[in-house]
């Protein structure tokens, strides 16, 4: 069986921050550190080279193979914000459409800059995806 390659780590948060060449990276970093803390209550941590994730819980696929994940995380890529949701997108369908400018994927958002959306609509959608995955946590 392959192993999961994004595992947590103890890597510092505060370097990997500090690393970001743009600074509107670095403010819009702090902003989703904050209110990603605040629902999940729980402190971040490095899951991978870059990918920082709140809280955890435990998945289980219909193979029966299960695993550890973070309940809500982000990344700060190159060309925008990777905006990770336990549970997937189909959840927050009014939310996104009243969000702002994103793309996305099957659980994961692309924000450019914190700027191009509705910060409380975001918040909200952070919050539900805690919830949905609240008593699966380890």
Known sequence: MTQLKTKPTDASIQEFLNALERPDQQSDSAILLRIMETATGDSPKMWGPSIIGFGQFCYRYASGRTGQWFQVGFSPRKRAFS?????????????????????????CLYIRRLRDVDLSIL????????????????
Request: contains cysteine; glycine residues 10%.
């Open 83 to 107: 905006i990770y949701l336990s549970g997937g997108l189909s959840h927050h369908e009014t939310a996104l459409n009243k969000l702002g400018r994103y793309t996305r994927g099957k659980s």
């Open 123 to 138: 918040e909200s959608m952070i919050q539900k995806a805690c919830a949905l995955t609240q008593n699966d946590t380890p």
